[in-house]
């Protein structure tokens, strides 16, 4: 049987030992908003001089509903002092980020009802005025470059000339004038400036094989370097600090990323630089101030860094000794590098925000992201493996209620969703909600999952439902087996593709799961595969590889697409979806709805006209978890 084929990883402590079981107190039960509400104060950013402080809070104006919008306060040192000022006027949804443009702008991005046309807006910080550089209707615009020694524009691309492609333009942040940087062939899939804003390198794609483009000056035409199928990674980082070669993250000739350096004068011999073992690299990072690699930044069980120079390395160190017991975190510094920005947090809490001075080695308190809810009531994350039924070793996280003896618990099977992303460790308000209602929580990155290197990436090529599927149940049955679950007591949740996973775990093992929720997840692959935006199309063919092409694998797809098997459906669903989301159209929740109450079956169906893929404002997001605690409460009985 296949629990005989399970190797055990928790060891039999757990059961015995672990903080879950040994908490004499039930915690606290808080209340859903305490999960998933906007922090108070939070986003702190540094201006370039280091004389004002940006941050967002939700604000209500004109009695509209509260959006988190930007402020700006002065500095004296680490303090903020005098009265915090209101740049933006946001009502209709929440500003997700925004950075500083040298000392005297905010940049930040908005979309419509969760549409993800993003616009790119600037506000003046002294006068308050905004401009929107991308006035376009139905058109999507992203940052390429804030070319912070040029104070007066930024890097932008958008698609208005040709929805399936992004150009680029030259922003000026204080008229909007936008002038042609780079017109993209129809082939373009990237863009890479070099350190004085040019744009130098670029990412062709015919969906099949990429191909990393170079040029010595814009006045250049761009050549081919490096072609290689899309199995093989070369993304480029940034340029070396002369702008002559380029740090690039790289699988050729290897399983993992690797950080390594690529002359364009000899594109074939990259010059490894660092790498990590069975482990894919994330990303590195670099000093502009001194113009020296920094740090290179990857996960194992946990986030993990590896400093190239002793200034970062010692500062990292420094901050450690202030903060035992919390992860680091740089978020934002001044252009001197003299103040930084600093987030500490761990797995039962999104932490606390300082300013550090490396001068004078001080901390200064900003806030507490979320003091609503006390460290100590909240769940242990723990790393765990299992093996799958064809002998891949599955990494995730388990989240383990407290004060509750680990066994013969109700659990909620989370997968994540992508599918060509993972979950990692750290503060998840969702896994702590769960487990502060008494669930055990289970995420795990399956086939597919990014980290894990290429071959492990690849499994999952035409896997959807199959041996994706697979291994979300092999992880169900190994907590059947460590007897942490209760077998008659256990639901699957997820997002996008893990709401695809969600409704695959109760079509075709109809048996494993009591009820299931799916957030904006697919239901047809044939379906989902004609409704992708239009920009997604020039990585079409990557798609079919990877999931299924319609024409050929037809058989397959409609194996795999749960809405064509509702039939075999038994265990009670919830389905929430955005009404504008542009990735999976709402049309793959409908007719997943239609097919289950063809049959009389009464589907719990929430859909929200002002969101998309996912839903963002607060009113949403807490009506979303109000109405999935009662739903598993009903059919789970914690």
Not at 274 to 292: P, T
Not at 408 to 427: A, E, M
Not at 494 to 521: C, E, R
Request: proline share 6%.
């Amino acid at each position: 049987m296949l629990i005989d084929r399970l190797k055990r990883f928790i060891p039999h402590s757990l059961h015995l030992n672990h903080p879950a079981a040994s908490a004499s107190v039930l915690p606290k039960k808080y209340p859903v908003s305490d999960f998933f509400r906007n922090p108070d104060r939070g986003f702190f950013r540094l201006s370039d001089d280091g004389a004002m402080l940006g941050f967002m809070e939700p604000v209500s104006i004109n009695g509209q509903a509260a959006r988190m919008n930007v402020f700006v306060q002065a500095l004296e040192g680490s303090t903020p002092v005098g009265q915090a000022k209101r740049l933006t006027e946001e009502t209709e949804r929440d500003i997700s980020q925004f950075f500083w443009k040298g000392s005297n702008s905010i940049i930040y991005e908005k979309d419509f009802k969760g549409d993800e046309n993003f616009h790119v807006l600037t506000v003046n910080a002294a006068t308050g005025r905004l401009t929107d550089l991308t006035p376009f209707s139905e058109v999507r615009a992203s940052i390429e470059d804030d070319l912070p020694d040029d104070p007066d524009h930024i890097l932008i691309s958008h698609n208005q000339r040709n929805p399936e492609v992004f150009d680029v333009y030259r922003a000026n942040i204080h008229t909007g004038d936008l002038s042609l940087v780079a017109e993209n062939p129809g082939n373009i899939v990237g863009w890479q400036t070099d350190h004085q804003g040019h744009v130098r390198a670029a990412i062709a794609s015919d969906g099949l094989h990429t191909t990393l483009l170079f040029r010595e000056t814009e006045n250049d035409d761009f050549r081919p370097l490096i072609t290689t199928d899309f199995r093989t990674v070369v993304s480029p980082e940034f340029f070396t600090f002369d702008n002559r070669s380029i740090y690039a993250l790289s699988n050729r000739g290897r399983d993992c990323l690797a950080l390594v350096t690529i002359d364009p004068d000899e594109p074939e011999v990259e010059k490894l630089v660092y790498n990590v073992d069975r482990i894919d690299l994330d990303g590195a990072g670099y000093s502009r101030l001194r113009k020296v690699l920094t740090v290179a930044v990857f996960q194992t069980e946990k986030p993990k860094y590896h400093f190239f120079d002793k200034v970062s390395a010692d500062r990292f160190e420094r901050l450690n000794e202030k903060l035992p017991g919390y992860e680091i975190s740089l978020q934002s510094h001044t252009r001197d590098e003299t103040k930084f920005i600093v987030a500490a947090y761990n797995d039962r809490t999104p932490g606390t925000r300082y300013i550090y001075d490396a001068v004078n080695n001080t901390l200064d308190k900003l806030a507490d992201i979320n003091p609503a809810l006390r460290e100590d009531d909240m769940a242990f994350v723990q790393p765990i493996q299992y093996q799958s039924r064809d002998g891949l070793t599955i990494n995730g996280y388990l989240t383990l209620p407290l004060a509750r003896s680990p066994v013969n618990l109700p659990c909620i099977v989370n997968p994540h969703g992508g599918p060509w992303l993972r979950d990692s460790w750290g503060f998840n308000p969702e896994a702590q909600f769960l487990a502060n209602r008494g669930y055990c929580v289970l995420q795990m990155n399956f086939r597919g999952s990014t980290g894990y290197g290429r071959k492990f990436w690849e499994a999952s090529f035409g896997q959807w439902g199959l041996d994706m599927q697979n291994d979300i149940t092999d992880g169900v049955t190994w907590l059947i087996e460590q007897g942490i679950a209760d077998p008659d007591r256990i639901a699957i949740y997820g997002g996008s593709y893990g709401g695809y996973a969600a409704l695959a775990g109760i079509a075709y093992t109809p048996d494993l799961y009591a009820a299931a929720v799916d957030y904006v997840g697919v239901s047809n692959l044939l379906t989902f595969m004609n409704t992708i935006p239009p920009y997604w199309k020039p990585m079409l063919t990557k798609m079919y590889t990877m999931v299924g092409d319609p024409s050929v694998d037809n058989e397959r797809l409609v194996a795999t697409s749960p809405a064509l098997h509702a039939d075999k459906i038994k265990a009670p669903l919830f389905i929430a979806q955005g009404a504008n989301d542009p990735r999976v159209n709402k049309a793959e929740s409908d007719q997943m709805v239609a097919a289950l109450r063809s049959r009389g079956v009464d589907v719990e169906y929430m859909v929200k006209d002002d969101e998309g893929h996912g839903f963002h404002n607060d009113e949403n997001k807490l009506e979303f978890y109000e109405r999935t605690e009662a739903f598993l409460s009903q059919h789970l009985r914690p």
